[in-house]
C-alpha cells in the first residue's frame, strides 16, 4: 500500500511563491501517475496538476497553467508542485493522490 505525506504549505503574499512536497513510501512506483487537488472551504476538490512521468507528460487546470509547475525527483519517490505568482483564489488545501491513496493535505493561505 502507499503512503503519501504533503508538506510545504504555508501563509504568502500575493505574488509569493511555494514549493509543496508529496512524498510517497510502501509499494511505490515510478510508474504511477502522481496528481494534485486543492480544495478551498466551501468548495469541492478540485483538480490541480498530474505527473505522468513513465509518460513524459503533466497536465493542469487552465486556472494555474503558466504559474505551477509540477516534477518529480524519482529517486526519492516525491513529487512536487513549485507554485508562483500566488493569488489570494489559490488558497486552499493542496492534496497529492497516487491511485486511490490521498496525502494529508497541506494548507496554502495567499494574503492579499
Known amino acids: 500500500q502507499v503512503k503519501l505525506v504533503d508538506t510545504g504549505g504555508g501563509l504568502v503574499q500575493a505574488g509569493g511563491a511555494l514549493r509543496l512536497s508529496c512524498a510517497m513510501s510502501?509499494?511505490?512506483?515510478?510508474?504511477?501517475?502522481m496528481a494534485w487537488f486543492r480544495q478551498a472551504p466551501g468548495k469541492e476538490r478540485e483538480f490541480v496538476s498530474v505527473d505522468r512521468w513513465s509518460a513524459g507528460h503533466t497536465s493542469y487546470a487552465d486556472s494555474v497553467k503558466g504559474r505551477f509547475t509540477v516534477s518529480r525527483d524519482v529517486a526519492k519517490n516525491t513529487m512536487y508542485l513549485q507554485m508562483n505568482s500566488l493569488k489570494p483564489e489559490d488558497t486552499a488545501r493542496y492534496y497529492c493522490?497516487?491511485?486511490?491513496?490521498w496525502g494529508q493535505g497541506t494548507q496554502v493561505t495567499v494574503s492579499s
Open positions: 510502501g509499494r511505490t512506483s515510478s510508474d504511477y501517475d
Open positions: 493522490l497516487v491511485r486511490t491513496t
